[in-house]
């Protein structure tokens, strides 16, 4: 089992840069898939971006590519978000999620994903 706790996160201008963490308990962290997922008020949670279980593969949701970078480090068990150029939209609450049954590949769906942590706000004001 693998525990996941998030930080990182905090109040930002618009066009201003955050780097969230996702720190892994267990000795396991380097078989999973991880995906960082959002959560907005009022709104269902959406995908962000996912990373594979050796970090050679990674996806992005069309509204945070090329602004939003996740990486990880396995030797660390820890998760990364890069988020540069944020926008006012991208305020929400910001969760990370472990996958163990398919790490090779990336997934988007929220069901798929085994564990999660509890989450990070992340504010941007414009």
């Known amino acids: 089992q693998v525990q996941l706790v998030e930080s990182g996160g905090g109040l930002v201008q618009a066009g201003g840069s955050l780097r969230l963490s996702c720190a892994a308990s267990?000795?396991?962290?380097?078989?999973?898939?991880m995906g960082w997922f959002r959560q907005a008020p009022g709104k269902e949670r959406e995908f962000v971006a996912a990373?594979?279980?050796?970090?050679?593969?990674?996806d992005y949701a069309d509204s945070v590519k090329g602004r939003f970078t996740i990486s990880r480090d396995n030797a660390k068990n820890t998760m990364y978000l890069q988020m540069n150029s944020l926008k006012p939209e991208d305020t929400a609450v910001y969760y990370c999620?472990?996958?163990?049954?398919?790490?090779?590949?990336?997934?988007?769906?929220?069901?798929?994903?085994?564990?999660w942590g509890q989450g990070t706000q992340v504010t941007v004001s414009s």
């Open positions: 999620a472990g996958e163990q049954q398919r790490g090779w590949r990336t997934s988007r769906r929220l069901t798929e994903y085994d564990y």
């Open positions: 990373i594979t279980w050796r970090g050679t593969s990674t």
């Open positions: 267990g000795r396991t962290f380097s078989n999973y898939a």
